[in-house]
């Protein structure tokens, strides 16, 4: 399991910033969502995520909102 | 204060995937009655989520998706209630809640949801198939540029009214997709069903093969009968895509 720390930019429908923890840094990957949610707490464009995946792409599969355009889900479809 | 009570959640979480894990080996490499399934964990929602429910009246404590787990897989409805039966049974002994939105769909969305309570904590996971899961995730999508409000069946935000009238009929267009599609899957499972039905059939040896060769033919019947609703389902979800883009285009919902 790792976790995946996401900063997606709700309006523009697309991801700022990404980052990646293996599960040794469980602490370091909350530590740094709390930043960031302070840091972006005045922009209600900015949703910041933490999500535990296997692996990036079972986060794609999984939470495919983040990484694709609505175009790109129903192509999906 | 809301950080600190997700934070709380953690070890709850952490039993639930590891049970996901060792029992049912619901992993990137795991299978579940022949098919893939890709699980993800939210250790803890966003807190602009949650104070929208917050907003809605709703209690801390009766929030049952602050942390949870999501599971993806091509299947069929009728391995959707045995995964969710299954997962279900790795808890026994501790309450579990059970929340079948296919049947009384929220909005238009439509999942299965078991929710353990587990460490005295409530953990939604959320069981979808792969055409729920892109329904959900183009509802969610519309709710990032037209806000969450639609989730709840409340008006989308928007800066006039025509706009506004436009996206709810967007969005009204868009939940009967929904509907489309949930009446494709229950073709598709009815054909599924009677497939399997019809393999055990054949795989009888002598007399208990000749003794179920009534229900073979029948069997049989309504396979074709199943194949041509299959094909009826598919073709009526595809006259409501065509519909859904007709009403604004998928290119102004971003």
Known sequence: ???????????????????????????????????????????????VALLGAESRDSLIRTHSRYFKTLQELARGA | MLTRFQGDYQSSV??????????????????????????????????????????RGLPLRTIQDIVGIRIVGDMH?????????????????????RDDRRIRPSFGYRAVHVIPHVVGFPVEIQIRTGWQDTWAQGSEKLGDVWG??????????GPTQDERDRRARWISEYIRMGDRIYD??????????????????????????????????????????AAEEVI?????????????VSVAGLESAR
């Open chain 1, 1 to 47: 399991m790792k976790f995946f720390l996401l900063v997606y930019d709700k309006r523009a429908g697309k991801l700022r910033e990404e980052r990646e923890y293996p599960a040794s840094e469980k602490a370091r990957a909350f530590d740094e969502r709390r930043d960031l949610m302070l840091q972006h707490r005045l922009d209600p464009n900015v949703e």
């Open chain 2, 14 to 55: 952490d039993v639930v995937v590891s049970a996901l894990r060792d029992r049912l080996h619901i992993t990137e490499t795991g299978l579940f009655d022949g098919v893939a399934l890709t699980a993800s964990s939210r250790p803890a929602k966003t807190l602009e989520t949650l104070r929208d429910k917050l907003r």
């Open chain 2, 148 to 157: 969450r409000w639609h989730r709840y069946g409340l008006p989308p935000e």
């Open chain 2, 232 to 244: 009826a389902t598919n073709r009526k979800m595809a006259n409501q895509m065509n519909t859904l």
């Open chain 2, 77 to 97: 409805l009728s391995q959707q209630d045995d995964l969710a039966e299954a997962i279900a049974r790795c808890f026994e002994g501790a309450r579990v809640d």
């Open chain 2, 184 to 225: 494709h899957e229950l073709a598709l499972n009815s054909r599924f069903r009677l497939a399997r039905r019809q393999e055990e059939l054949l795989g009888l040896g002598g007399d208990e093969r000749a003794e179920a060769s009534a229900e073979l033919s029948r069997t049989a019947d309504l396979l074709r009968e």
